[in-house]
């Protein structure tokens, strides 16, 4: 691998490059049609977070996204929260996606572990679309009606989920791997009218049969008139009020999409936070919001247009996958994967990556480490050359990943480490495809995303470490919290820290030439003696020892007293925690990082717990460790892999807090 130090420089976008850039083409016909003098990417992102107004109606126009009534004003109360943006529009999330329509491009490109590969074209996604709203309409959903989905990222789920919002229907998905606990604590706060669900389904080589689970859903779900099933290797079923999706839809005539006009904050879907304490947030998004929000951040910040072909592995129960649909205004097609990213090899996604014609691969931190721990070449074995982006999120993406990628993928692609979350749906720092890429940093702020680093004393930081901030709204902001009517628990979520400005909950430095690096999760930092340290930085050396696959760093502060640092890894098999390779971290974290931020004790276990949206899950387990009640500091159900809690749950038991 290449030796690659944070900062060093690892790619500079040609001329030819910039200029075909969508970034460049915004600016000169911002400078053209509004008479405005912006000279490089630096100003105009200025230029968008002090001129908010302006800069989210000119997208409007720059991508003619369709409207059927006009706004009175673009912004009303520029306050948090508070704002309302384009009061008075009618317009509709689907049809905008809708109105991409190609010929000679195909709109969604699907594979899975089984290793089929199969395209759905524009007209026949906006045909079976068409008959998914009409079956959705058959079975009683109206406008404002909840839409619930147990199902994989399969083409099924863009066509029900682009349907539920033609009609003005709000959607919800969950993926298959969610046991009912999990499911239930999202659907039964939304009272969802129809269920779509699948009866299995395929994970690193395993079927998994969700009968069960379904049956489970229909008995503590009333509400739902509806139940449309897909059925999995022949495993039928039989429930109330259901029918198979094949059959619905083909009793349905391919009769003209309708498209409900709505509200610019009219409901479009509904995501959840990890919930890795009480039930999880639901949080609802509008069709007004996303539609600029992923108009602006798939073509500006990842660069694509009609002629891509776009993939992130994401399952349905991440945002990230209503970020891949999205995707889908800039005219790209969407490559839809369902199955495990390393069955039957670890290579299997860069094999999809030649036979689909990838050009913008996305994928994770957390998958880029495993490859790197894998040992594997994927160049040396594929043609990846049409690959020009690459993207990465979930958490940061450390240096030695980004030179693994260079030296493993090509070397001339443009990088974009990716941070943003589900509160917005998309990333407010990330790619810019007309500036330099750096090791270890995200390239910018997005466009419209006033993003600062605060000191504890509220005031801006430049480069140090802080709290990330955004102190302008943005229409992507959650239009509500479903079931949170005088909105306590969304200021709570949000404002409860700086009154009026929105904190993300995570460290941020920005540096004097607007690069980013996210140090993790702000209430999981470390602060021994003073100094403060992001887990990411840990991490990177922690893991970097070819004995550790995974690895979780709690400091157990207390008041009155010194904070305690444990370390807790996963051990490769066959390795084990002796006191040498003990005195080998310490002295590489002492070496690499600072004295100060040694472990004070170094534990194996079994597995790391993690979030369902693959987050490390810091602050819970010090919570557990501190003394809090575990059904406090923790919701199972929320969790990958419960199991993992166990040595977690006894370990506080014996340890002296």
Not at 327 to 353: E, R
Request: hydrophobic share 45%.
């Amino acid at each position: 691998m290449s030796r690659v130090q944070e900062g060093d420089l690892l790619w500079t976008p040609s001329q030819e490059v910039i200029q075909a850039s969508n970034l460049e083409r915004y600016r000169a016909w911002l400078n053209a049609e509004r008479g405005i003098a912006l000279k490089d990417y630096a100003a105009l992102w200025r230029w968008s977070v002090e001129y908010l107004e302006d800069f989210w109606e000119s997208l409007f126009a720059f991508f003619n996204l369709r409207f059927s009534q006009p706004w009175t004003v673009p912004l009303v109360e520029r306050q948090m929260p508070g704002a309302r943006w384009f009061p008075g529009v009618r317009l509709n999330y689907a049809e905008n996606i809708l109105a991409q329509t190609s010929a000679d491009r195909p709109a969604l490109i699907y594979s899975s572990e089984r290793g089929d590969l199969g395209e759905v074209s524009w007209a026949d996604l906006t045909a079976a679309v068409g008959r998914a709203a009409h079956a959705l309409r058959r079975a009683g959903v109206q406008p404002g009606d909840r839409v619930a989905a147990y199902i994989p990222n399969i083409p099924e789920a863009v066509i029900a989920m682009l349907a539920s919002a033609s009609i003005g229907a709000i959607w919800s998905s969950c993926s298959p791997d969610f046991g009912a606990r999990g499911v239930l604590d999202r659907f039964q706060q939304i009272a969802p009218r129809a269920l779509i669900a699948v009866t299995g389904y395929q994970y690193n080589g395993k079927v998994f049969d969700r009968r069960e689970v379904v049956a489970e859903l229909l008995n503590e779900l009333p509400t739902v008139q509806r139940t449309l099933l897909l059925p999995f290797d022949g495993m039928a079923m039989d429930a109330p009020r259901a029918e198979i999706w094949s059959d619905a839809l083909a009793q349905c005539a391919a009769e003209p999409l309708v498209f409900e006009q709505v509200p610019f904050d009219h409901p479009l879907w509904i995501l959840y936070s990890s919930g890795t304490t009480g039930l999880p947030k639901p949080i609802v998004h509008g069709h007004g919001g996303m539609l600029l929000e992923h108009a602006k951040a798939a073509a500006f910040h990842n660069d694509l247009k009609p002629g891509d072909r776009f993939f992130w592995y994401t399952s349905t129960g991440w945002m990230m996958w209503n970020y891949l649909i999205g995707s889908l205004l800039s005219g790209a097609s969407v490559i839809l994967f369902n199955g495990s990213p390393t069955y039957p090899a670890f290579d299997t996604l860069f094999a999809l990556a030649e036979r689909a014609g990838m050009t913008y691969f996305g994928t994770s931190a957390a998958f880029v480490s495993a490859c790197m721990k894998a040992g594997i070449h994927p160049h040396l074995k594929y043609d990846l050359s049409r690959i020009r982006g690459v993207g990465s999120t979930g958490s940061p993406l450390s240096v030695d990943g980004f030179a693994w990628l260079y030296d493993n993928v090509n070397r001339d692609l443009a990088l974009e480490s990716l941070s943003g979350g589900t509160d917005v749906c998309t990333a407010f720092v990330g790619g810019v495809r007309t500036q330099p890429i750096y090791a270890g940093e995200l390239q910018g702020r997005s466009l419209g995303a006033a993003v600062r680093a605060f000191g504890d004393d509220g005031r801006e930081l430049i480069d140090a470490v802080g709290e990330l901030v955004i102190t302008e709204p943005m229409p992507s902001m959650p239009v509500l919290f479903w079931n949170d009517p005088d909105m306590a628990r969304y200021r709570a979520s949000y404002f409860d820290v700086y009154p009026g400005i929105w904190r993300h909950g995570d460290w941020i430095s920005i540096n004097t030439r607007g690069g980013c690096v996210i140090y993790g999760r702000s209430d999981s930092t470390i602060n021994r003696q003073g100094i403060r340290m992001g887990t990411a930085e840990l991490y990177r050396v922690i893991e970097s020892f070819p004995e550790v696959t995974d690895s979780l760093i709690i400091d157990l502060e207390m008041l009155g007293r010194e904070s305690r640092l444990l370390l807790f890894v996963v051990l490769k098999d066959g390795a084990a925690l002796d006191n040498s390779l003990r005195r080998q971290i310490v002295q590489r974290l002492r070496r690499d990082i600072s004295p100060r931020h040694a472990p004070d004790d170094i534990l194996a276990i079994p597995a790391v717990p993690y979030t369902l949206s693959g987050k490390k899950m810091e602050v819970p387990i010090r919570k557990i460790l501190l003394g809090f009640d575990v059904e406090t500091a923790v919701k199972a159900s929320a969790m990958r892999n419960p199991e993992s809690l166990d040595f977690f749950i006894d370990y506080a038991k014996r340890i002296d807090k």
